[in-house]
């Protein structure tokens, strides 16, 4: 697919289908965030990828009750690794670049998600410390970003956008 049609297809898609992601789409989508940029390309995160039931449940719960992430055959929860930047950057490789290397990994994943015909939602609105207790994250392992996946079961609406030239500023 086009990557300007990848980028109009994706989508925040909330409901999903009951069916299995095939794990040569796992792997492709895999493969897709390990090629984003990333500080000093330390690539300072881990993704845990979550198919249990219990788990899935958990992590809806500590994201204000969000059942999709419970319905959604695989989530995927981005974490910036602090210690990681930190070895390199110290205080700003903890608290900006791992962040940053999680965050755009994250949407590397969606964008993949999408050209492999899967639904996605990026999920922030959730308490980190309830969600490193349900993983058991390292102190160090920060969760930025929690991803459903799966087959879409609704059409979503395209969400209207400012127009680019508000958001770009010559100077
Ligand atoms: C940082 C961030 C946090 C978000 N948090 C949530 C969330 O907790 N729940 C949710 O349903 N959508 C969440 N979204 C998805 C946005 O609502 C969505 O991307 C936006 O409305 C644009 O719609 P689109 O993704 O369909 O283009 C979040 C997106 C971002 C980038």
Redesign the pocket.
Known sequence: MDFYDVLKK???V?AFQDKEIEKEKLEKIAAAFSLAPSAGNLQAYTVYLVKKQETKKELAEA?LG?DFISQAPVTLVFCADQQQSAVKYGERGAELYAVQDATIAAAYAQLAAAAEGLGS?????FDALEVSRILNLEPYHVPVAIIPLGYPAEI?K??SRRNPKELLREI
């Open positions: 994706r989508h925040s909330r994201a969000q939602v990026w999920v922030g609105a979503p395209g969400r």
